[in-house]
């Protein structure tokens, strides 16, 4: 077995070991316990060395900016998508998979995989990339799901100062956004994790290690999957990996790429799992509903949904990553991207028109036999 699936397999045994213990994790303090542990500590921990370590290539800063272009384009085509497939649109399913459904987390799904099978230079360029979707996750995430819970909860007829004011405040009570900050401000004046003394970075380093088990156990033990539930999120998986094949099958068809590995890296980094950090936004927004005291079922996100799409995301992520590694140069070819990429967007979309058509064949005649009704109330009179 590959040192690649050896990982992957040790992260779904993470998750399982947490649906384990779901029985031993029964009441919300538990679970409301282990995600404060996560959001307050381990994620602006990992939030707080990625930034510090962040080195960045001027030669290579297009990178980033196509991973931010993809995050945006499919927030775009989700929005235009997900209601052909039943989603309300101004519904705590709909905004929940607009947050989730553009952010990545290449770290848990795709860079094991880029070390082992295309080797250092393709994981640097991979965790470069990944500085455009941090920005997305990090900060136009969290203004997405503010602005969403401003409007959900009636919030827009306040002035724009009451309102910048709020979201200031609400930033600032957040460890992760404090951090954010802590980090850019060490940057500005040079200053990298090793520059901090050492007791400092050693504590930081330990609280970082800690947060993929954590987070993986809190998928687990929060996991409620039903059987419908699962074949919806995914069709909506599908289809979001086949939106990104073909926006890698566009780029890699328009841009000549140095080598079959900046090809593949183009092709599986958009195929990465969903990220956690759309999540803690969602936590977030969850808090502020509970201090106004507003039920779940009317809150602004659906986190009963957006865990189990975290769930589905990582396995599902592995598979096509491994399917196009497995593949050897096929997807070196745009064509076949295009193709593949094509088809995973019609297999979702396929029960829907069955579904438009039944519809339209009820329709139809019900319609014949109301015209035939009036004209021969309209002949007898």
Excluded at 174 to 183: D, G, R, Y
Excluded at 249 to 266: H, K, N, Y
């Amino acid at each position: 077995m590959s040192i690649a699936l050896q990982k992957t397999c040790s992260l779904l045994l993470l998750i399982l070991i947490g649906f384990l213990l779901k029985n031993r994790l029964v009441k919300d303090e538990h679970k409301k316990g282990l995600k404060t542990i996560i959001l307050d500590l381990a994620l602006p921990a990992m939030i707080f060395v990625a930034l510090l370590k962040i080195e960045v290539d001027s030669e290579l800063m297009f990178l980033p900016l196509l991973i931010l272009v993809w995050n945006v384009t499919m927030l775009l085509t989700s929005k235009f998508t997900l209601p052909l497939l039943g989603f309300s649109k101004d519904s705590a399913e709909m905004r929940t998979w607009l947050l989730m459904i553009p952010s990545l987390a290449p770290g848990l799904s795709c860079f094991p995989f880029l070390l082992e099978y295309l080797g250092e230079d393709a994981l640097a360029w991979g965790a470069l990339a990944d500085i455009g979707n941090k920005v997305y996750v990090l900060i136009f995430s969290y203004l997405l799901a503010m602005s969403w819970y401003y409007k959900h909860m009636g919030l827009g007829s306040r002035s724009n100062g009451q309102k910048v004011k709020e979201l200031i405040l609400s930033m600032f009570q957040e460890p992760i956004n404090l951090v954010i900050l802590v980090a850019l401000l060490l940057l500005s004046f040079g200053l990298r994790l090793e520059n901090l003394p050492g007791f400092i970075s050693e504590s930081i380093l330990m609280l970082k290690d800690v947060m993929t088990p954590l987070v993986l156990l809190f998928i687990g033990v929060s996991v409620i999957l039903k059987r419908e539930q699962i074949q919806s999120i995914a069709s909506v998986l599908i289809l979001r990996a086949g939106f990104s094949l073909v926006l890698s099958a566009g780029f890699i068809a328009l841009v000549d790429l140095p080598s079959e590995a900046a090809v593949l890296l183009a092709v599986v980094f958009p195929l990465s799992a969903c990220s956690f950090w759309p999540f803690a936004h969602m936590s977030a927004v969850r808090h502020l509903e509970r201090d106004k005291e507003i039920e779940v079922e009317h809150g602004t996100f659906d986190l009963g949904l957006g865990i189990n799409i975290l769930a589905v995301s990582l396995p599902m992520s592995t598979v096509l990553i491994l399917g196009v590694f497995s593949s050897g140069s096929y997807f070196t070819v745009p064509l076949h991207v295009l193709t593949v990429g094509s088809v995973m967007i019609l297999v979702p979309l396929i029960p829907r028109v069955f579904s438009w058509i039944r519809n339209l064949e009820f329709t139809i005649p019900f319609l014949d036999q109301k015209e035939l009704k009036d004209s021969s109330a309209e002949s007898r009179s």
